[in-house]
């Protein structure tokens, strides 16, 4: 994370001449390393080091060895930071970000307590007021990568651990899909357009679908991937944030707590699904090969795919199907979302017929991030027929660039204390509560039944590498008479 996410987005900040004069970035984990050795592996590992910008850029990274869940490494980092504090001769603003595997997330807040890191630089730098004295918490923000915790109740115990040591207005819990140009856009095509917002709604819209396909393995990260899976690593948090965009109401106000109200509101709104009911409407799946990676305990029942079929009851968005799926090993790397409307082909075209699927609106999140409208047009020719064609637009060809990087608009929000691209923890709940049942309904579809003689079968479907998913993620949405598309 620190070495392909953040060191990049920080240095491209750098050279944006975003992050002022006096910065220090500090690394801290348990090898050794000198300042420049750590900065060199940073730069080594993307291949900064051959900008030309990097060497004045490393000039502001610093090491600090220590374990996760022992005092000495903190002490030894307040020291570092009180050297940083004296030089500037002022309260300098802490950022903590836990880029770590997300078991040590309890034994560093733990620690941040314990040896009062959490407060900040201390009195010695407080600001003082005609009035009072500000807290030094305001000085102190926490930063914490998804997955928040394995299901609901280990999320509740890390955010009441984080509450008793943070304010919220400190805590960032990062889901970098909320800082991507197109889901942040999504805000401004639906509500700035008024020809979307009168059909935005179950009068019009037959259902939605959310693809996040990746034709990647897990890679390197089998360690960390299994046991954890894709519904808890990708489902749980971009599915669902995804999700929300969609279906959330417009908010009161373009603050950061109104566009959290309407996606927390929306979250919540999707219907629970019952833990003995699970396999009418999820599908899991693993890829073949998947238990040969590194990593990987050989009997794994690691899920590599999930699709699901949701429903967000609420007035606009009563028994509109969501489908969503998320898959590794895919045919190709894919992200987007496509509402597909109820196809009502006119009296006036009834004998010439009409397209299966009629117009379909497509945010493009990944790759060539877009929107793509699909319309009935007639086709050329002497004779009326009918056909499907798109209108495509492309933040590349219509503004020149992709836009900002989703870390880099992640920090920069940070720095500035803006959190409306950044979970709530209510969000959290809600969205942990609904995926818990069905972590606890695949539990129970592999216990053996008490009353049977045979025992269940517990094996995960399998596909192919390059495939699209089980065949019982196409009958999940074929039986309803749709297709994915």
């Given at each position: 994370?620190?070495?392909?996410?953040?060191?990049?987005?920080?240095?491209?900040?750098?050279?944006?001449?975003?992050?002022?004069?006096?910065?220090?970035?500090?690394?801290?984990?348990?090898?050794?390393?000198?300042?420049?050795?750590?900065?060199?592996?940073?730069?080594?590992?993307?291949?900064?080091?051959?900008?030309?910008?990097?060497?004045?850029?490393?000039?502001?990274?610093?090491?600090?060895?220590?374990?996760?869940?022992?005092?000495?490494?903190?002490?030894?980092?307040?020291?570092?930071?009180?050297?940083?504090?004296?030089?500037?001769?002022?309260?300098?603003?802490?950022?903590?970000?836990?880029?770590?595997?997300?078991?040590?997330?309890?034994?560093?807040?733990?620690?941040?307590?314990?040896?009062?890191?959490?407060?900040?630089?201390?009195?010695?730098?407080?600001?003082?007021?005609?009035?009072?004295?500000?807290?030094?918490?305001?000085?102190?923000?926490?930063?914490?990568?998804?997955?928040?915790?394995?299901?609901?109740?280990?999320?509740?115990?890390?955010?009441?651990?984080?509450?008793?040591?943070?304010?919220?207005?400190?805590?960032?819990?990062?889901?970098?899909?909320?800082?991507?140009?197109?889901?942040?856009?999504?805000?401004a095509f639906r509500f700035a357009n008024n020809i979307f917002e009168p059909v935005w709604n179950n009068n019009y819209i037959d259902h939605v679908q959310i693809t996040f396909a990746q034709d990647e393995g897990i890679e390197k990260r089998g360690k960390f991937f299994d046991g954890v899976g894709i519904m808890r690593d990708v489902a749980q948090n971009h599915l669902l944030q995804l999700l929300a965009t969609v279906a959330m109401e417009q908010p009161a106000s373009f603050?950061?707590?109104?566009?959290?109200?309407?996606?927390?509101?929306?979250?919540?709104?999707?219907?629970?699904?019952?833990?003995?009911?699970?396999?009418?409407?999820?599908?899991?799946?693993?890829?073949?090969?998947?238990?040969?990676?590194?990593?990987?305990?050989?009997?794994?029942?690691?899920?590599?795919?999930?699709?699901?079929?949701?429903?967000?009851?609420?007035?606009?968005?009563?028994?509109?199907?969501?489908?969503?799926?998320?898959?590794?090993?895919?045919?190709?790397?894919?992200?987007?979302?496509?509402?597909?409307?109820?196809?009502?082909?006119?009296?006036?075209?009834?004998?010439?017929?009409?397209?299966?699927?009629?117009?379909?609106?497509?945010?493009?999140?990944?790759?060539?991030?877009?929107?793509?409208?699909?319309?009935?047009?007639?086709?050329?020719?002497?004779?009326?027929?009918?056909?499907?064609?798109?209108?495509?637009?492309?933040?590349?060809?219509?503004?020149?660039?992709?836009?900002?990087?989703?870390?880099?608009?992640?920090?920069?929000?940070?720095?500035?204390?803006?959190?409306?691209?950044?979970?709530?923890?209510?969000?959290?709940?809600?969205?942990?509560?609904?995926?818990?049942?069905?972590?606890?309904?695949?539990?129970?579809?592999?216990?053996?039944?008490?009353?049977?003689?045979?025992?269940?079968?517990?094996?995960?479907?399998?596909?192919?590498?390059?495939?699209?998913?089980?065949?019982?993620?196409?009958?999940?949405?074929?039986?309803?008479?749709?297709?994915?598309?």
């Open positions: 994370m620190a070495q392909h996410k953040l060191i990049p987005s920080l240095f491209s900040l750098f050279k944006q001449g975003e992050l002022g004069q006096e910065f220090f970035i500090i690394g801290f984990a348990r090898r050794p390393f000198t300042d420049t050795e750590y900065a060199h592996m940073l730069g080594d590992v993307t291949e900064l080091h051959s900008d030309s910008k990097w060497a004045e850029f490393a000039k502001n990274i610093y090491y600090q060895q220590g374990l996760f869940d022992e005092l000495a490494g903190y002490e030894a980092l307040i020291r570092k930071l009180n050297v940083f504090d004296k030089k500037i001769g002022a309260c300098i603003t802490r950022l903590f970000y836990l880029a770590t595997p997300p078991d040590n997330y309890l034994a560093i807040l733990e620690n941040l307590k314990n040896s009062k890191l959490s407060e900040g630089c201390g009195p010695a730098f407080a600001k003082v007021t005609a009035s009072k004295q500000e807290s030094v918490g305001k000085w102190v923000r926490i930063a914490i990568e998804k997955p928040f915790g394995r299901d609901l109740d280990t999320a509740k115990e890390l955010d009441m651990r984080l509450s008793e040591i943070f304010e919220e207005e400190q805590i960032y819990r990062v889901d970098h899909y909320l800082g991507k140009e197109t889901v942040q856009n999504m805000i603050s950061k707590e109104g566009v959290r109200d309407a996606r927390a509101e929306a979250i919540k709104a999707i219907r629970p699904i019952d833990p003995n009911e699970v396999s009418q409407s999820i599908v899991r799946g693993q890829y073949k090969d998947y238990t040969a990676e590194a990593g990987v305990a050989e009997n794994s029942q690691t899920e590599t795919y999930v699709a699901m079929k949701l429903f967000v009851d609420t007035p606009r968005f009563q028994d509109v199907p969501f489908y969503v799926r998320a898959g590794k090993k895919m045919p190709k790397e894919v992200i987007e979302i496509s509402i597909v409307f109820i196809q009502t082909c006119h009296l006036l075209f009834k004998e010439y017929g009409c397209p299966e699927i009629g117009n379909v609106l497509t945010i493009r999140i990944q790759p060539d991030e877009g929107i793509k409208l699909r319309v009935i047009a007639k086709q050329p020719g002497g004779k009326v027929a009918l056909g499907a064609v798109d209108m495509n637009f492309s933040y590349h060809q219509a503004f020149g660039n992709h836009g900002i990087d989703a870390y880099e608009k992640l920090l920069m929000d940070i720095f500035k204390g803006d959190q409306m691209l950044f979970n709530r923890s209510d969000e959290l709940e809600s969205s942990w509560k609904l995926i818990s049942h069905i972590l606890k309904g695949w539990s129970r579809l592999a216990e053996p039944d008490p009353a049977s003689q045979d025992e269940k079968d517990s094996g995960i479907p399998t596909y192919e590498s390059g495939t699209w998913g089980p065949e019982l993620a196409k009958k999940l949405i074929e039986k309803d008479g749709k297709k994915w598309l």
